[in-house]
Structure formats: C-alpha cells, structure tokens
C-alpha cells in the first residue's frame, strides 16, 4: 500500500487505460497555451460565480476560490458500480450503528464495538437517546472520502457524516467544463450529476416528521455568511429552491419550529442544518450561541421537525470509530464490507502505541477528532523535531489518535505550471438517505493536491479540485443516459447547472 502510486491514466506508465482515450487524444491535440488559456477562463468564471472559501486563521487570504484542474478525472461504469454498492452497504451501516447506540444498544451489549468509544465520545448526545427518527434515518447526507492505491483497489480513507461539504464544487466544477469544452462533452458518454439538487429535496422531504403536510416545508440552516463554507450554503438553497435561514429566523412555539416571513410564522418540516450540534441550541448545549433556535431540540424529539444531518452523528465518523467499520457492517447486515477500511493502528492499545512511536517516520498519524488535513503527522515529511513532538503528544493522549501507513494515493494526469504532470487524488462521493432508498449521483468532488509529491487534498491546505466523469465502459455498447451525445445536448444540461 505504500508502493508505486497507480496511475489511473496509464496504469503501469507504459500504455494508455481505455477509459482514458479521449483524454489522451484530447491532451495530445490541445496546445499548452490553449490549455493554459482556458484554465485561466476557468478561474475567471469561478471568481464571478463567487465560488469561495475562507481559511481560519490564515491572514493572507480569508477569502480565496479553491482551485481548480481542467483536466478529468475518469472512472468506468464498472468501477462506479463496485463504488456505489460499496457505498450503499457502508452508509445504510453507518445509520443503523446510529440508530442502535441511540436505542438498544445491541452492539456494544454484544462486545463488537468498546462502550466507552461511544458513551465517552465527544460527539455522544445524551439528548436523542431514546429518539424516534423517521425511517431511522440519522446520516441524510453522507460524504465518504475514498482513494485508490498502488494495488488499484478502492479504500474508505475517512466517513463524513455531520455536515459533509464540498457538493457546490462538483456541480459548479462540471458547469464549468461543460461551458469550456463542449466538444469534448460531445464525444464523451458522461453521466450526468446536474440532478443532485432534486435528488437531496427528495430525500430530505421524504423524511418530514409524520405531522408535516403532503408538500414539506424544507429550510436550509447557515451560521451565517462569515462561515468558511457560506457560499455552499446559500448555492444550495438556491438550487432546492428552498429559504436560506439563520437562527434568529426560526423560533418555537408549542415544540413546532416556525420561520419568520414576510406574511408571518410559517411551519418548519425538515431543518438542512450547516451548524455544529453544540450551537444548535443555546438550552439543550452551549448557552452562550446566538446562532441556534431556543428549544429546537425540544421540537426535534417530540417529533415535530427533522434535522438532518442527525443530532449526535458525528460518533460515527470518530476516526476511532472508523477502524470498527467492518465489524459494524457485518454485525447489522451479514455481510463482508465491499469496501475496505485502510489499515488503521489504534493508538488507545498499548501494542498499537508501541508499534506507532517505534515506526512515526514511515506512518500517517491522526487525531481522532480531527479534521480539514490539520493536526497530523505525515511521517515521511515531517523532520526530527516534528516526529519527537508528535512522539510526546502520543505518550501523553493516546486515545486522541489513530496512524495508519503512508499511501500511495493514485494519480491522475493534471494541468500545473510546468505542463501535464500526475497528481494524488481522492475522491468524495455523497451518498443521500431517504426513506424509500439511497441516492448515490455518479461521481462525486475529486480532490487534488496540486503540490508534486504532496499526499494532502484538502482545500485549506493547498489542494484543488477536479470534475469527476463516469463513463460508459469502452466495451460496453448500452450507453444509457449522459451528458454526451451532441453539443446542443450538452448546452441545454448546463441549463440546469447548481
């Protein structure tokens, strides 16, 4: 796993992957200053869309487009279909893990996962022990962070389940490649993500509370336009065609959520929440927020609104709970995990610990709670100094951090400075939740790190963005639906561009 990166272009660096063709040829027939100039076009329409985000923190840019690469990445229907099912099994895990340690809590009582990584975990809410969810739905939205390494097999690296981010992007980065290279888009049999809007609408207001009317009322939830990801916020709202709402908005009487309007109160179904569970709700957790709803949670257990993502999701996307994951799959279904879990060392077990300090400079250590690329050690990045401190903060909080092997992360051809050059990427399917089923779009937000040889995608540390295509089989006859097919085809779908 930490051998020659695959390079999903030309697999072992001698030929060309035939799902890669077209790009090649395309590559191949495009000058550099072409390409160059329509990456520069590509960044100009990102900065009028106002596509953005901030950097806590950072002095030099709070605010700043993520960047973005406008060469493909490629996947086949083949690969999608062992990705999707994988995906499936893995989040329809996740919620009835949720709906378990929140209820019965027949696994823990069974010895599968250790009770005190649940009722000790930061994220454990008390609150909506012994809450009803509709469908026992917890995770809505899911955001399931895979990679592909040298074995050229697909890993789960880490499971979003809170508020998972970065969906604006993969729409928005389509958009732009459909109004940049219509020719391609003509050539190519790509399936379409444009419909991810309708998709989550569907899904969340399959999940309104018993009481709602026939037409749900659905309101997504901000802290607030200084929040680093406010421009997802309201690009989504806009797109569910749905009210784009702070706190102060929303009020309770009576344990119903109403919205304030211009024509006055209006009922509140379903609640789109973009804020963490502690400022929800300044009685049921931090009373100094002003960003939650007085008496929420008192609404949200009685049964008179839906949140989503779940109140108390976040045990489950612990990156100590992450190494559990096999096991959750196979105690509620019956079945062995499509998608493997990386190898993961638990640094909380002492023979686990021992094996990390003596082997920090070839390892990848986490914390537990952490997230956005921070708080970890690369081991074969970081010098002396930084191995010891890490050492120290090991020894002295174990619990607080998992390590697993450094990764070679797959490669996908990137257009950077000096020309076309391989990349590491990863890959952000979302997985969406209903009550009738689970709605996966074909795709999902491909990240890059666009510094050579770096391993760290995320935005907030250097990394971009590219669009995602799944493409028919090159063998394969069915077509089926896609964004292909002829260039007036390909300019009414960017009509419905999100």
Not at 3 to 20: K, L, N, Q
Not at 33 to 52: D, M, S, Y
Not at 374 to 381: A, E, H, I, N, R
Not at 445 to 465: I, M, W, Y
Request: with cysteine; hydrophobic share 40%.
């Amino acid at each position: 796993m930490a051998g020659v990166a695959f390079d999903e272009m030309t697999g072992d660096g001698s030929t060309c992957r035939p799902a890669y063709s077209l790009i090649k040829s395309w590559l191949a027939e495009t000058k550099p200053e072409t390409l160059k100039r329509r990456q520069e076009e590509a960044e100009f329409l990102f900065r009028r869309i106002g596509i953005t985000f901030a950097v806590y923190g950072d002095a030099e840019a709070e605010e700043r487009i993520i960047p973005f690469d406008i060469v493909p990445r490629v996947l086949t229907t083949a690969e999608w279909g062992t990705l999707s099912k994988g995906l499936t099994q893995r989040v329809t895990a996740l919620n009835r893990f949720l709906a378990d340690i929140y209820g019965k809590g027949e696994i823990i009582r069974a010895g599968v996962v250790p009770q005190e990584l649940v009722y000790q975990n930061p994220s454990f809410r008390p609150e909506m022990v012994g809450v009803k969810l509709p469908s026992d739905v917890y995770v809505q939205i899911a955001g399931i962070d895979i990679i592909r390494t040298d074995d050229n097999d697909f890993y789960v690296l880490e499971d979003n389940a809170r508020t998972p981010s970065g969906v604006s992007y993969m729409l928005e980065n389509r958009d732009v490649m459909m109004r940049l290279f219509p020719d391609l888009f003509a050539e190519a049999r790509i399936q379409p993500v444009e419909n991810y809007p309708d998709e989550l609408l569907a899904s969340l207001r399959s999940l309104a509370p018993a009481s709602a009317p026939s037409e749900p009322t659905v309101a997504l939830m901000t802290p607030g336009p200084l929040n680093s990801a406010y421009y997802e916020h309201s690009f989504l709202a806009d797109k569910l065609g749905v009210d784009l709402v702070e706190g102060r908005d929303l009020f309770v009487r009576d344990n119903v959520v109403y919205m304030r309007t211009t024509e006055g109160p209006k009922r509140v179904d379903v609640i789109y929440r973009r804020i963490d569970d502690d400022f929800l709700d300044p009685l049921a957790f931090r009373p100094d927020s002003v960003l939650g709803v007085p008496g929420l949670i008192s609404a949200y257990r009685a049964g008179n609104v839906n949140v989503a993502n779940a109140v108390g999701t976040g045990v489950a996307d612990d990156k100590a709970m992450y190494t559990y994951m096999p096991d959750i799959v196979r105690f509620y279904l019956g079945e062995e995990p499509i998608l493997k879990n990386v190898p993961t060392w638990r640094c909380r077990e002492p023979d686990s610990l021992k094996y990390v300090l003596e082997n920090l400079p070839d390892l990848v250590v986490k914390e537990v709670q952490g997230s956005g690329g921070y708080g970890m050690l690369v081991g074969p990045k970081a010098d002396k100094a930084q191995i010891e401190s890490f050492a120290a903060k090991l020894k002295a909080d174990p619990d607080n951090f998992i390590a697993q092997p450094t990764l070679a992360l797959s490669t996908s051809p990137t257009f950077v400075e000096e020309g076309i050059a391989p990349r590491h990427v990863d890959l952000r399917p979302f997985v969406l939740t209903g009550s009738d089923k689970v709605r996966i779009v074909p795709g999902g937000l491909t990240r890059v790190a666009l510094k050579e040889g770096s391993l760290v995608v995320n935005s907030s540390q250097g990394g971009g963005t590219k669009d995602t295509w799944i493409i028919e089989d090159p063998d394969t006859d069915d077509l089926g639906p896609a964004e292909g097919g002829s260039p007036s085809q390909s300019q009414s779908q960017s009509q419905g561009k999100v």
